[in-house]
């Protein structure tokens, strides 16, 4: 081949990549981001990041899911395999197959049986490395956003916990959960009408597309 007839690698390179469409979504405490590759999730096993993750819901998330759905409640209670701690529920993992795991909530056909904004703040948030949408620059004020809001949610959630430890009350105590849903809904109530700054700026819905070239099984890094 001569000088100069080489062809261009980057074009070479980029021809399988894939064009994948991510929406974020901002509406406060229940902002999340959806992306469509999940439904041909790379690591082709049926389940991705949900054979590798247990969600732990925190009183913001027990709080969003008694409003709008408080049968889940019940539902979760009623699941084989928690750990309760003083201020969160974790919903274990259950086997699946040798060494293998998937999360109670997943549903080989379905997905996810969680309505997205009943979900815990990482399955909202969540987007796998192999997509890295946090490195595209137009994509800065996003990234700011879902970092400033888990900051915020962490933050509420341990001062809902450190006013439940002052009353003595504590999830692992079935008898106290009454007294800590009211109190809950007090402090989430106080929390939820003080409008924050940050974020307004930005849409309530955004959809984009970045192209990213796939690797598959488990070289697709979750």
């Known amino acids: 081949m001569e000088a ?22 901002r509406q406060g405490l229940r902002s999340y981001i959806s992306v469509d590759l999940c439904r041909e999730c790379p690591r082709q096993d049926n389940k ?14 027990l709080f969003f899911i008694r409003r709008e759905r408080p049968d889940l409640i019940e539902y979760i209670k009623g699941l084989p395999r928690l ?6 529920i974790t919903v ?9 795991f998937r999360c109670q909530f997943h549903d080989p056909q379905q997905g996810c049986l969680l309505p997205v904004e009943l979900r815990e703040s ?13 490195e595209e620059d137009n994509l800065a004020e996003w990234n700011n956003y879902f970092h400033h809001l888990a900051d915020y949610e962490i933050a509420l959630n341990n001062h809902i916990g450190a006013e439940m430890e002052k009353r003595g009350l504590s999830l692992r105590n079935p008898d106290d959960w009454d007294n800590i849903f009211t109190l809950i809904d007090e ?20 959809s984009v597309w970045i192209k990213r070239r796939l690797t598959f099984g488990a070289d697709w890094k979750l």
């Open 4 to 25: 100069g007839c080489r062809p261009d690698l980057d074009l070479v390179m980029g021809a399988d990549k894939k064009d994948i469409n991510l929406v974020f979504v």
């Open 48 to 61: 991705g990041c949900c054979g590798h993750y247990s969600p732990v819901f925190y009183p913001a998330d």
């Open 83 to 88: 750990t309760i701690l003083d201020f969160s």
């Open 92 to 100: 274990d993992r259950l086997p699946d197959g040798d060494d293998l």
């Open 122 to 134: 990482v399955c909202r948030h969540f987007v796998c490395p192999g997509i890295g949408w946090w």
């Open 187 to 206: 402090l989430m109530q106080e929390a939820l009408s003080r409008r924050e700054a940050w974020g307004n700026h930005l849409p309530e819905r955004e």
